[in-house]
């Protein structure tokens, strides 16, 4: 276990709908990442935030936005889904801004889109 | 250019073999660190590994070792009398000083440990 929650587990919805998927990282944990991977996909990289802040950004659509609360947990939103959005969505934290600093992942969301 | 490149998309071991599994890195930066990770058939992501770049000795973790050739900019894992349970894809990254917010997956290497 990392420390790391993700809720829900999996989820299951229709086109056109949005979703919020949630992230609490471990205890001091102050960035937050989140990740996409599609079926047999690697990691892609979305959106990071540190201690409330958006700090990074990669291949995130602009239907999908995230936020990260003042105690720490954060939560993406994912609008106007498609069904190619469907994937593992993985949340992981990390406890400073450092090279040497790994990244803890959460369980993940499931989510698929029909 | 790709951060990082695995170039072994599967790998068939015998248990109790031991495996290597290639990564090569991309980076101007003097300081950065370099990971594996494990995702099972379940889905979670299992920090294994970590290799620093200033750090002279090479990483190891039980089973786990990491070949870190700088000049080569290569960071193999090594996985040592592999088990049925190594079966997994296996993810090396890296995360850079100068853009520390990022880290950069490889595209991963799925072992089979075959009994």
């Known amino acids: 276990d990392s420390g790391v929650t993700q809720t829900p587990k999996h989820l299951i919805t229709a086109t056109g709908q949005r979703v919020t998927l949630r992230c609490s990282p471990r205890?001091?944990?102050?960035?937050v990442y989140w990740y996409q991977q599609s079926l047999d996909q690697g990691l892609q990289f979305l959106i990071q935030y540190y201690n409330g802040e958006e700090r990074a950004k990669g291949n995130i659509l602009e239907r999908f936005s995230a936020q990260q609360f003042p105690d720490l947990h954060s939560e993406l939103n994912l609008s106007s889904l498609e069904l190619g959005d469907s994937a593992l969505y993985f949340c992981a934290s990390s406890p400073r801004q450092s090279s040497y600093n790994e990244q803890f992942f959460g369980p993940g969301t499931r989510l698929t889109v029909l | 250019a790709q951060k990082i490149t695995q170039t072994q998309p599967g790998m068939f071991v015998q248990e109790k073999e031991a495996v290597t599994l290639d990564c090569t890195y991309d980076?101007?930066?003097?300081?950065?660190?370099l990971f594996w990770y494990k995702q099972p058939s379940s889905g979670e992501m299992i920090f294994l590994i970590y290799q620093g770049s200033y750090d002279e000795q090479n990483a190891t973790e039980g089973r786990y070792s990491l070949n870190f050739q700088k000049a080569r900019k290569s960071a193999n894992l090594v996985i040592s009398a592999s088990q049925l349970g190594d079966s997994a894809m296996y993810f090396c990254a890296m995360r850079e000083r100068e853009n520390f917010n990022k880290f950069y997956f490889g595209s991963g290497t799925k072992l089979n440990v075959k009994p």
């Open positions: 205890s001091g944990d102050l960035s």
């Open positions: 980076t101007s930066d003097q300081s950065y660190g």
